[in-house]
Nanobody, 114 residues
Framework: QVRLVESGGGLVQAGGSLRLSCVASGSIFSIDVVGWYRQAPGKERELVAVIGSGGSRYADSVKGRFTVSRDNGKNTVALQMNSLKPEDTAVYFC?????????WGQGTQVTVSS
């Protein structure tokens, strides 16, 4: 499996930007897909963006505002978040999936003030 560490969360005003990073260590070559999820208080965890060999896809709520990218040389998957809204407030988690396991990071808090 892999160990995932997220960073880059924080407090930002509506309309602002944040860049989240997910650094992987361990069996990184077995990773097929990496996704970013988020969970707001009282809500279920939801998929935000995912990237793999077939490309990337996004939740409708973040299309055009968020961009996911992968830097294999740095074992990092980033989530660039622009035009942030208060409803983007949540804990953001990184998830890596292989054919035989799934690993989660500890999460990073993103708070968007109105």
């Amino acid at each position: 499996q892999v160990r995932l560490v997220e960073s880059g969360g924080g407090l930002v005003q509506a309309g602002g930007s944040l860049r989240l990073s997910c650094v992987a260590s361990g069996s990184i070559f077995s990773i097929d897909v990496v996704g970013w999820y988020r969970q707001a208080p009282g809500k279920e965890r939801e998929l935000v963006a995912v990237i793999g060999s077939g490309g990337s896809r996004y939740a409708d709520s973040v299309k055009g505002r968020f961009t996911v990218s992968r830097d294999n040389g740095k074992n990092t998957v980033a989530l660039q978040m622009n035009s942030l809204k208060p409803e983007d407030t949540a804990v953001y988690f990184c998830n890596a999936v292989s054919r035989s396991w799934s690993s989660w990071g500890q999460g990073t808090q993103v708070t968007v003030s109105s």
